[in-house]
């Protein structure tokens, strides 16, 4: 990972964990799908340490990474207001 390079550890701390909760790997799992598959805003490290933008594939991506990820933030809270209204009064 990049995050893991020297100068990155040089003046901040690391910390890696396991993650074990099997809802919390298939989350984390598809966040790294989502960045891993933009060929929109999404750059490759070459072997000399270069960055070259992705192409894109045959199909066009219609949005980024960055945009997908807050188009499902965004559903998740208003599902999440749904829920609270349908809630009964008295309740949390």
Sequence with gaps: SADCMRRNLQ???ELFA???DP???SELR???DTQLADHRNGWEMQVDGSYVKRGWPE???TKG???RLIS???KRLKAAMRLRRRRPRGIG
Excluded: D, N, T
């Design 23 to 25: 809802e919390l790997q």
């Design 65 to 67: 990474s960055q945009e």
């Design 11 to 13: 003046s901040r701390v």
């Design 72 to 74: 499902g933030a965004e």
């Design 18 to 20: 396991p993650v074990e």
């Design 59 to 61: 199909e066009k991506a």
């Design 30 to 32: 598809y966040l790294l």
